[in-house]
T-cell receptor
């Protein structure tokens, strides 16, 4: 069965610190996709990244980077030099190619960045 | 990528009544997804709506409680029926966003959500 685990419920950091949000997933499919979304206090869901199961290259986008490791079924997200505007709930999600592409979400990690 | 207009953005409803939420997409999409986010919780898929067929509901969700319409490839509605305070949640619709050639997926785009409070 598919499952996404975000063990960190809440993280607090001070501005300019680096922070890593963990995501561990379970799936039986060989073809699947992993996602990260940001949900700021306003409530909308902001798409951050989509990664397919055949692409294990790490990705960097500005202050954001993602580390995908199939060997440990993890897809961790690092914010470098965090800013107050990064404060939000971050969700990791999984979709399986053979499962109508629906998204299975983790429980989310609330990140608070203090000035 | 697709842009979704969802309305209403929020509502306060009396228990026992029904609310219909609308999502309009600026491009044609095969599947539309409806999610519920209870207070302080993660998102849970309610159902998948294909145009021209009955919606497919996830375990724990039934058509009588959450009827869905999908009259065309750009529009869908979700109705929350006979509401109780336990239905107070954020409801979101979602579609998969593709490039103009439909060859590369940008992932899933979400509407801005409907914040429902049942009193």
């Amino acid at each position: 069965a598919q499952k996404v685990t975000q063990a960190q419920t809440e993280i607090s950091v001070v501005e300019k610190e680096d922070v890593t949000l963990d995501c561990v997933y379970e799936t039986r499919d060989t073809t699947y996709y992993l996602f990260w979304y940001k949900q700021p206090p306003s409530g909308e869901l902001v798409f951050l990244i989509r990664r397919n199961s055949f692409d294990e290259q790490n990705e960097i986008s500005g202050r954001y980077s993602w580390n995908f490791q199939k060997s440990t079924s993890s897809f961790n997200f690092t914010i470098t030099a965090s800013q107050v505007v990064d404060s939000a709930v971050y969700f990791c999600a999984l979709s399986e190619a053979g499962n109508t592409d629906k998204l299975i979400f983790g429980t989310g990690t609330r990140l608070q960045v203090f000035p | 990528s697709a842009v979704i207009s969802q309305k209403p953005s929020r509502d306060i409803c009396q228990r026992g009544t029904s609310l219909t939420i609308q999502c309009q997409v600026d491009s044609q999409v095969t599947m539309m997804f409806w999610y519920r986010q209870q207070p302080g919780q993660s998102l849970t898929l309610i159902a998948t709506a294909n145009q021209g067929s009955e919606a497919t509901y996830e375990s724990g969700f039934v058509i009588d409680k959450f009827p869905i319409s999908r009259p065309n490839l750009t529009f869908s509605t979700l109705t929350v029926s006979n509401m109780s305070p336990e239905d107070s949640s954020i409801y979101l619709c979602s579609v998969e966003a593709w490039d103009r050639f439909a060859t590369n997926s940008y992932g899933y785009t979400f509407g801005s959500g409907t914040r429902l409070t049942v009193v």
